[in-house]
């Protein structure tokens, strides 16, 4: 199996972990506005940890890690509305 591939693997995971997160926040007293912020903000970490637990990380960089991760982040909001939207008659 290619190695990059799981590289590419571990963005999901976070995606998948920032999505269940939302999905918790949603259910707080916390305003829906804010997820979409706290998504991203969750996801830096998140990243800067795969950076460093997982071999095939795709980032050369903390740096880069962090935005990976916070792109993943917000890719869970989206994934949220595409859900939403197909769900809207």
Known sequence: MDLEI??????GVITALIYVL????????IDNKWIPSLCGAFGIPL???????????????????????????????????IIKQLKRE
């Open 6 to 11: 799981l590289g590419i693997a571990s963005v």
């Open 22 to 29: 939302a999905e918790v926040l949603k259910n707080t007293k």
């Open 47 to 81: 990243g800067a940890v795969g950076y460093f637990v997982m071999a095939d990380f795709p980032a050369s960089d903390v740096l880069s890690a962090c935005a990976v991760g916070a792109a993943s982040g917000l890719a869970a909001t989206g994934i949220n509305q």
